[in-house]
């Protein structure tokens, strides 16, 4: 037999479907597009281990004997070895189920035929597409819960250095750095959360659905269920073997982690550039000019940022393609790994390498500090006069002349003489120039989430009690 027609009698012998196709095989053009191979590969532990649950619930059911499912499970064991030491599928394993199949009736021979029974690949993949988004979101969660832990350990050094805080990209009133890191911390604590919900959404079993109408044998799903770790079953087979909201909800979590690492490293990029000085970056995480010997380059946060719009577009490709689907399962859906996938992987990339460049930056205080001006505590001298009883319409209006001045002579607040305070409002006495101390500023806002240094400890402490859940 000539090598051409081995491979032709190898990708006959070896597919799931072609009984009612003329002899031939399919066209290299389309086997090139419709073979998924190359993506779902990854995808074979979770479909080895859901196939010894289906053989077991095809004996419960009495399709197989008690010998055949063991034979199976011992085949599919074997099958499993032979993939994690690296076996390579061939051109005739259209995707990852055919190369299971043809790797399995290597091991144990014709008896893998009737594995097949009761099930199609509509809710072979959908049940391993989701046993693997449970466990992807298990991996985000740890890696997201790696970068907080670095938030919590830097900001407890942060505690008592101020820095401007800032609106519009303009100078506000000043915080604890301490407290700036963690407004961080906070997104990513909510991303957290949208990963146990993409997980749960995940834990909804298909396998039993069949290809559109459901299994003709009574299997038990909720034997299924069970084995396989999931919360409940589908209850619409049509529903089940097209639903990709799961898919949809763990992108979206990806999509937002990915805005907030990249907001995250916004404003490490622009704080460690030279005109703020505020954190300079370690050599770890950063790459140096072919040029320019001088330049420290923040690469992992550039690429940290760049990375949040790919993760944008993942999450539009999937909405895009599940928008016009007719009910029921259709091709189009097979795109849904690559595209989740990505996601995921680039996550798995850029998580660690944003932790790990935190971890090196070492924080300014002197320079945090030279930041600081008396005319960012505007707000505390308008606050001052509410003390003094006035309304702070007035107080705003009064201070409001003082900046103005201050901008006309080129000066801050507290270089103004105390005349020029008296003669905007009567209030103002002498000790109106305490109210001009950043210290003081920050002491006063010890509301329950403020900037205020208790208010900050308890969100610190907070934060690591947060860090002591995990996913499931």
């Not at 076996?87 to 199949?101: F, G, K, N, R």
């Not at 399995?104 to 072979?124: F, P, Y």
């Amino acid at each position: 037999m000539t090598t051409a027609a081995f491979a032709e009698a190898a990708a006959k012998a070896h597919k799931l479907w072609g009984g009612r196709f003329k002899g031939g095989g399919t066209a290299p053009q389309f086997d090139a597009l419709n073979n998924s191979i190359g993506v779902d590969i990854r995808l074979w532990p979770f479909d080895v281990e859901l196939s010894k649950a289906w053989a077991m619930a095809l004996y419960g059911a009495g399709v197989l004997t008690i010998a055949e499912c063991n034979d199976i499970e011992r085949g599919l064991n074997a099958v499993g070895q032979r993939l994690a030491a690296g076996v390579q599928p061939t051109a005739s394993d259209e995707d990852v189920h055919t190369l299971i199949d043809r790797l399995l009736h290597e091991e144990v021979g014709e008896v893998a035929s009737k594995l097949h029974t009761g099930r199609s690949r509509n809710d072979q993949v959908a049940t391993a597409t989701r046993m693997w988004s449970m466990d992807a979101a298990g991996q985000l969660d740890a890696a997201v819960r790696q970068l907080q832990q670095v938030m919590v350990d830097q900001a407890h050094g942060l505690e008592t250095s101020l820095m401007p805080s800032y609106t519009h990209l303009q100078r506000a009133i000043p915080v604890s750095a301490a407290h700036w890191l963690l407004a961080h911390f906070w997104p990513l604590e909510r991303d957290r959360a949208r990963l146990r919900a993409a997980a749960k959404s995940a834990a909804v079993l298909p396998l039993g659905s069949g290809a559109a109408a459901g299994c003709a044998y009574p299997i038990s799903r909720t034997l299924l269920q069970g084995t396989l770790g999931f919360d409940a079953v589908t209850s619409n087979s049509i529903d089940a073997v097209s639903d990709r909201d799961f898919v949809a909800e763990l992108l979206f979590a990806a999509a937002l982690i990915g805005g907030h690492l990249s907001r995250l490293a916004e404003d490490l990029i622009i704080y460690g550039s030279s005109e703020f000085g505020f954190v300079q970056f370690g050599d770890r995480f950063t790459s140096g000019s072919s040029m320019m010997p001088q330049k420290r380059n923040p690469d992992a946060l550039e690429l940290a940022r760049g990375s949040a719009a790919r993760m944008l577009g993942d999450l539009t490709t999937l909405l895009a393609t599940v928008k016009g689907l007719p009910s029921s399962y259709n091709k189009d859906l097979q795109d849904d790994k690559r595209i989740v996938f990505d996601a995921v992987d680039t996550l798995l990339l850029v998580l660690p390498a944003v932790a790990g460049a935190l971890a090196e930056c070492t924080f300014r205080g002197d320079r945090m500090r030279a930041a600081l001006s008396s005319t960012m505590m505007a707000t505390d001298l308008a606050d001052y006069l509410v003390r003094k009883g006035a309304t702070f319409r007035e107080a705003h209006g009064a201070v409001g002349q003082l900046v103005r001045l201050c901008e006309e002579r080129g000066t801050e607040l507290h270089a103004l003489p105390f005349a020029e305070f008296a003669q905007v409002h009567h209030a103002f006495d002498d000790d109106v120039f305490d109210a001009l101390s950043a210290f003081r500023s920050v002491e006063h806002r010890e509301v329950e989430g403020g900037t205020g240094p208790s208010a900050v400890r308890a969100q610190l402490e907070a934060a690591q009690r947060a860090l002591d859940s995990t996913i499931r």
